[in-house]
């Protein structure tokens, strides 16, 4: 892997000041923008597509999810991810300040100051929960538990040498609000499909952001902190293989529990091919290769949306009668 400096002359920043809607944002506004990663938006489709799965998943037979909901989970998913990203910039600000991929951001170089990210946690928290309030009362209980994880999640990085998987536990709890949303599921029987897709989920995450770590292991050595990348090492292509077939087979459980068919593990071969296209092209001494793989996670999530949709659709609809709906 290049060296710190190096990797910094070849783009390898958090900073994109003059990317997309920062471009036309006032001066002073722009360090809060970069502080939610604003410029960033892999983070909140990852957090946001399980929500949209289960939302999905859930639709009526021959039917279309709920738009409204979707749309719901979009301004969600965006305010908790900024939410969570200013939590972790003031647990991490003096980390941050020792490593060259990061130094850049608001809190370390001083564009922003540790009380004023603590006034601008109060907006986003508003923001995520007079979304949540729109919402069902037990998608309301299940979504106010998220808390519990997004706070003490910075710190788990001194704690364990897995905190990719304590984010997993995170980021994908929008498949259990999504599902008892959508479904007005109140209890663990009728949970099951958003349950699967939630552990799924689990082990998604944590191939992807192991994929992620291993732009910074040798950051992270320097300054102390503990990562999947550090702790898998060269056995991280054949971890990652693991944890992904392990997401593919429970979202396919998910889908049987939800009246699919055989049909559905056919179909699920589009979202497989994108995972094994992953773990073949993997380099971890590669950190762009390593970012890009990160990022195509997106299309992966939307690709499965897609097949999930249109399964949804064929089951009631009766386009592959003895298929996907058995």
Wanted: aromatic share 10%; hydrophobic share 55%.
């Amino acid at each position: 892997m290049a060296e710190p400096a190096a990797r910094a002359e070849a783009g390898h920043t958090d900073i994109h000041a003059d990317r997309g809607l920062l471009r036309i944002l006032p001066g002073s506004v722009k360090p809060y923008a970069l502080l939610a990663r604003w410029d960033r938006p892999i983070g909140w489709w990852l957090l946001l597509l399980p929500g949209l799965w289960a939302i999905a998943l859930a639709a009526p037979a021959g039917g279309l999810p709920d738009i409204g909901l979707m749309v719901l989970f979009l301004v969600g998913a965006i305010a908790m991810r900024g939410f969570g990203c200013t939590i972790n910039d003031l647990a991490d600000r003096h980390y941050d300040a020792r490593v060259e991929r990061t130094r850049g951001r608001p809190i370390p170089s001083g564009q922003v100051t540790p009380r004023q990210a603590l006034l601008f946690l109060v907006p986003q928290g508003l923001i995520g929960l007079v979304v949540l309030l729109m919402l069902p009362v037990p998608a309301i209980v299940i979504g106010l538990a998220s808390v519990l994880l997004i706070v003490p999640y910075p710190f788990m990085k001194r704690i364990t040498y897995w905190p990719q998987a304590w984010l997993g536990l995170t980021f994908n709890w929008a498949a259990l609000v999504g599902w008892a949303a959508a479904s007005g599921a109140h209890d663990l029987p009728t949970m099951l499909p958003g349950l699967l897709l939630y552990a799924g989920g689990i082990f998604w995450t944590l191939g992807y952001d192991t994929i992620y770590a291993h732009q910074d292991r040798e950051d992270d050595l320097m300054v102390g902190v503990k990562s999947t990348a550090l702790a898998l090492g060269r056995r991280t292509k054949p971890a990652v293989a693991v944890f992904y077939a392990i997401f593919w087979l429970f979202t396919v459980a998910a889908g049987l529990s939800a009246g699919f068919g055989v049909g559905w593990v056919l179909a699920m071969a589009f979202t497989g091919s994108h995972l094994l296209w992953q773990v073949r092209r993997l380099d971890i001494d590669d950190p762009a290769m390593c970012l890009r793989l990160f990022k195509s996670n997106r299309d992966l999530g939307l690709v499965l949306l897609a097949t999930i949709i249109l399964a949804r659709h064929a089951l009631g609809g009766g386009l592959l009668p003895g298929g996907l709906g058995g």
